[in-house]
Nanobody
């Protein structure tokens, strides 16, 4: 029903910036929450940032607050993640994912996100 395609990953030195994009296709008007998740080598996947398409409210994991900004362009059906002041510990595969169920808030439970992109690699060197 929904297809997600990430882009914008790459390699950067610590302190640098990258902007990730996630293009959504299909029943995009049914997306309630959409967000970014990441998985570092040897670690579990974690939520990074989420945005409600209903209210526009956002939330972030503590480790990226003040450095990352999630935003969306409804006209282009595209989600963004602006990442500044990157650190080596930000190295991971970044995924965007969508939750189509209205919950009144954006869930932090990954199991509620039924549509996932293929991921894009971000590598930050020290």
């Amino acid at each position: 029903q929904v297809q997600l395609v990430e882009s914008g990953g790459g390699s950067v030195q610590a302190g640098g910036s990258l902007r990730l994009s996630c293009a959504a296709f299909g029943y995009t008007d049914r997306i309630y929450c959409i967000g970014w998740f990441r998985q570092a080598p040897g670690k579990e996947r974690e939520g990074v940032a989420r945005i409600s398409t209903d209210s526009g409210s956002t939330d972030y994991v503590d480790s990226v607050k003040g450095r990352f900004t999630i935003s969306r362009d409804n006209a282009k059906n595209t989600l963004y993640l602006q990442m500044n002041s990157l650190k080596p510990e930000d190295t991971a595969i970044y995924y965007c994912a969508a939750d189509l169920r209205w919950r009144g808030f954006c869930s932090t439970d990954q199991r509620n996100y039924n549509y996932w992109g293929q991921g894009t690699q971000v590598t930050v060197s020290s």
